[in-house]
């Protein structure tokens, strides 16, 4: 198993720019987390998916900030425009479907994009 | 709501020593709990988990954890810590639904 793979690793932009983060999830798992890490902040939910419909996106900054995940192997994290402050560690995560009690599993980790904006 | 609280940012241990990293949290309802661990440029990484049943639980590399209902607390413990034990060590609290809460973080430093 290959784990979840985030692209691309690093990301360097300037402010305006719009920036996207992908996102493959472990084959079989139905629930899909993006997670942004901050000194300041710490690890910070922005929004989980669960069979591809987005759940709950409370933790979305704002308007600038939008998710996608058109199927259940893909998912993709959009900053337009993009600002200094969203210099970050973006993380995607993924756990086991619901039928599974995914509730009760561990989130499995990419190894996240990190994002400078300039 | 739900919360975390990692009351240490860091904790340094000599090597061969007990090592214990403090949790408590805040949640309505029954808590899952999870321990993970994060090394240098890398994501989190699964240690352990107390969903219910006995209160301690043992995960990866030799670590374990002490679920308190009364304390409210969960913390991580290894009785012989080893250098390559230094990271960064995070407690997570799942109430209802899916969503899990972190707390800030802790770093352990293990010293030879």
């Known amino acids: 198993d290959a784990g979840v793979i985030q692209s691309p690793r690093h990301e360097v932009t300037e402010m305006g720019q719009e920036v996207t983060l992908r996102c493959k999830p472990i084959?079989?798992?139905?629930?899909l987390f993006w997670y942004r890490q901050t000194m300041m902040r710490g690890l910070e939910l922005l929004i989980y998916?669960?069979?591809?419909?987005?759940?709950?996106d409370s933790g979305m900054p704002e308007d600038r900030f939008s998710a996608k995940m058109p199927n259940a192997s893909f998912s993709t994290l959009k900053i337009q425009p993009s600002e200094p402050r969203d210099s970050a560690v973006y993380f995607c995560?993924?756990?086991?479907?619901?039928?599974?009690?995914?509730?009760?599993?561990?989130?499995?980790f990419g190894n996240g994009t990190r994002l400078t904006v300039t | 709501a739900q919360s975390v609280a990692q009351p240490e940012d860091q904790v340094n241990v000599a090597e061969g020593n007990p090592l214990t990293v403090k949790c408590t949290y805040s949640?309505?309802?029954?808590?899952?709990l999870f321990w993970y661990v994060q090394y240098p440029n890398r994501g989190l990484q699964f240690l352990l988990k107390y969903i219910t049943g006995d209160n301690l639980v043992k995960g990866s590399y030799g670590f374990e954890a002490e679920f308190n209902k009364s304390q409210t607390s969960f913390h991580l413990k290894k009785p012989s810590a080893l250098v390559s034990d230094s990271a960064l060590y995070f407690c997570?609290?799942?109430?209802?639904?899916?969503?899990?809460?972190f707390g800030g973080g802790t770093r352990v430093l293990v010293k030879p």
């Open positions: 997570a609290v799942k109430a209802a639904g899916n969503k899990l809460t």
């Open positions: 995560a993924s756990s086991l479907p619901s039928r599974n009690r995914g509730e009760k599993s561990p989130l499995h």
């Open positions: 998916f669960n069979n591809n419909v987005p759940i709950d």
């Open positions: 084959s079989g798992h139905d629930y």
């Open positions: 949640v309505s309802g029954n808590p899952y």
